[in-house]
């Protein structure tokens, strides 16, 4: 099993409940693939550096978790199936990435 981080935007004009919908979908997506979860993080409205899909801003949510390979590409394509999502970035991290991870969470507070 590898570590990763997911990065993803969500559309600004869906309501509270659309958010934690489309945010449980992935969770349990992630679930199924046998992913064992570290952090989830909900960091809100955020202004965009540009504007994507002539959206000025979004609804940013960070995953840390560890799975398989195999099940990255499989959540990709969901990801480009749903419309709520703006944008996504999935990266691999290795062994100082999870270190800075760590020491991040640890100085924000945030529990698991």
Request: net charge positive; hydrophobic share 35%; charged share 35%.
């Amino acid at each position: 099993m590898n570590n990763y981080e997911t990065v993803f935007i969500l559309n600004p004009v869906l309501s509270e409940d659309q958010i934690k919908e489309t945010v449980q979908k992935y969770e349990k997506f992630l679930t199924s693939k046998g992913a064992k979860f570290v952090c989830k993080e909900d960091w809100g409205l955020k202004k965009l550096a540009y504007t994507i899909q002539k959206k000025k801003s979004g609804f940013y949510h960070l995953f840390q978790y560890s799975v398989e390979p195999n099940a990255i590409s499989d959540l990709e394509v969901e990801f480009r199936r749903d419309e709520r999502v703006m944008r996504y970035l999935n990266v691999r991290l290795d062994k100082y990435a999870i270190e800075w991870a760590d020491k991040r969470r640890e100085k924000l507070n945030i529990k698991i």
